[in-house]
C-alpha cells in the first residue's frame, strides 16, 4: 500500500485513475431457521418430488410462487432428458434472479428433486421411499430463506439462486457415466451472460451435526472460494461444520457447472466421518424424513452462505 503511494505520487494528477466511490457495507441479514425449517417441511408434505410425479408438479409450482413472492425474477427451464433405464424425464431447473441488471453476479444452487427409489445398502425395505427432507429439502428450504432475506435485503451484488431438477435420478452404484445430475448438465450448456463469477452448491445440509469436510472437486476446481467460505465461517463461530478436512469427491451438480460453464463452484455437503458410507446413512433410505432435520445446521448453512453474498458484495471476503 505505501509502496503503490510512493509509485503513484511520481505521476501527474490528471493520469491517475479516480478512486472508485466507497462501497459502504451492508449488514448481513439474520437468517431464521425456523422459516427454512418450514421450507423444508412443506416440500416433504407434498410427497417425494420424483421427476413426472404429480407431487413434483405441485412442488414445482409453489417453489416458483415463494421465489416470485420474495421480489426475484423467475424463470422455468424446462428440459427433456433420458434416464440411465430409458425413462423419459420432463424436468425444470428454475433459476430465480435478483439485480438481473448487475453483471457482477453470484450462485446459489442445490436441487429439488428426490430420488425414485430407496437403493441404498443400508435399506433392507423394498417398499421404502425416500421423503428427501435432508437430500433434496434442505438445500432448497435453506436458499428459499436466503430469497427471502433477499427480497427484504438487496446486497451489491447479481445472485442468481438456481434449483436443478432431476440431479437424484442416477444410476445406482458406480459407472453411470453422466446419469447424475441432469439439470445442472443442461444449466451449464445453456447458462446465458451474465455467467455468475463463482456458485456455492447446497447438498444436504439439514442433518444434525452435519460434517462439511472439503469435497474434493471443490477443492480442485474452487480453492480460492473454498478458502473464502471455510475461513469465514470458522471466524463465524460453525467451525464444528465446517471442518478442516478433506473429504471425497462427488459427481455432484457443482461438478457439471465447473467442468461445463467453467463457474467456480464448491459444494457445501454432509460428509461424515463415521457413517458407513460415503453419506449420511439416511441417504437414499427410507430414513431421510424430518426426524433428521436440525434447525441449526440449516442455519450454519444459511448464515454462511447469506454472510458470502454480502461480504463478497462490500468487497470484504
Ligand atoms: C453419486 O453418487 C455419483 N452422486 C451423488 C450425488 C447426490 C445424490 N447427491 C445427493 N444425492
Ligand atoms: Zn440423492
Known amino acids: 500500500m505505501l509502496a503503490a503511494c510512493a509509485n503513484d505520487a511520481k505521476q501527474p494528477i490528471e493520469d491517475m485513475a479516480p478512486a472508485p466511490p466507497p462501497r459502504e457495507a451492508k449488514p448481513v441479514p439474520k437468517f431464521d431457521r425456523d422459516s427454512a425449517y418450514a421450507y423444508v417441511e412443506q416440500q416433504v408434505a407434498?410427497?417425494?418430488?420424483?421427476?413426472?410425479?404429480?407431487?413434483?408438479?405441485?412442488?414445482r409450482k409453489w417453489l416458483v410462487d415463494k421465489l416470485e413472492s420474495f421480489g426475484a425474477e423467475v424463470r422455468e427451464q424446462?428440459?427433456?432428458?433420458?434416464?440411465?433405464?430409458?425413462?423419459?424425464?420432463?424436468?425444470?431447473?428454475?433459476?430465480?434472479?435478483?439485480?438481473?441488471?448487475?453483471?457482477?453476479?453470484?450462485?446459489?444452487?442445490?436441487?429439488?428433486d428426490t430420488r425414485p427409489f430407496a437403493d441404498s445398502d443400508l435399506e433392507d425395505d423394498p417398499n421404502a421411499v425416500v421423503n428427501g427432507?435432508?437430500?433434496?429439502g434442505s438445500?432448497?428450504?435453506?436458499?428459499?430463506?436466503?430469497?427471502?432475506?433477499?427480497?427484504?435485503?438487496?446486497?451489491?451484488?447479481?445472485?442468481?439462486?438456481?434449483?436443478?431438477?432431476?440431479?437424484?435420478?442416477g444410476k445406482s452404484g458406480g459407472g453411470g457415466g453422466n446419469s447424475w445430475g441432469l439439470g445442472s448438465q443442461y444449466y451449464a450448456k445453456n447458462v446465458?451472460?451474465?455467467?455468475?463469477?463463482?456458485?456455492?452448491?447446497?447438498?444436504?445440509?439439514?442433518?444434525?451435526?452435519?460434517?462439511?469436510?472439503?469435497?474434493?472437486?471443490?477443492?480442485?476446481?474452487?480453492?480460492t472460494i473454498v478458502g473464502k467460505v471455510w475461513r469465514l465461517a470458522n471466524s463465524m463461530g460453525y467451525g464444528s461444520y465446517?471442518?478442516?478436512?478433506?473429504?471425497?469427491?462427488?459427481?455432484?451438480?457443482?461438478?457439471?457447472?465447473?467442468?461445463?460453464a467453467n463457474i467456480p463452484t464448491i459444494d457445501i455437503i454432509n460428509l461424515p466421518k463415521d457413517a458407513e458410507g460415503q453419506f449420511v446413512d439416511h441417504w437414499h433410505t427410507g430414513n431421510d424424513n424430518m426426524d433428521v432435520i436440525d434447525k441449526r445446521t440449516l442455519r450454519a448453512a444459511g448464515q454462511v452462505v447469506l454472510a458470502t453474498v454480502f461480504r463478497e458484495a462490500a468487497g470484504t471476503l
Open 242 to 260: 465446517y471442518v478442516n478436512e478433506r473429504g471425497g469427491a462427488v459427481i455432484d451438480d457443482h461438478y457439471y457447472v465447473n467442468t461445463i
Open 133 to 136: 427432507a435432508d437430500d433434496g
Open 139 to 169: 438445500g432448497v428450504g435453506v436458499l428459499l430463506e436466503v430469497a427471502r432475506q433477499l427480497g427484504m435485503n438487496k446486497p451489491d451484488i447479481g445472485v442468481d439462486i438456481v434449483l436443478f431438477d432431476a440431479e437424484d435420478y
Open 78 to 112: 424446462n428440459f427433456e432428458a433420458v434416464a440411465f433405464d430409458g425413462t423419459p424425464l420432463s424436468a425444470t431447473n428454475i433459476i430465480a434472479r435478483y439485480s438481473p441488471e448487475l453483471e457482477d453476479r453470484i450462485l446459489l444452487s442445490a436441487h429439488w
Open 46 to 59: 407434498f410427497g417425494p418430488r420424483v421427476v413426472n410425479s404429480e407431487a413434483h408438479a405441485r412442488t
Open 192 to 223: 446465458q451472460a451474465p455467467k455468475p463469477r463463482f456458485g456455492i452448491l447446497l447438498d444436504m445440509v439439514g442433518a444434525r451435526d452435519a460434517n462439511f469436510a472439503v469435497e474434493s472437486y471443490s477443492e480442485k476446481y474452487a480453492p
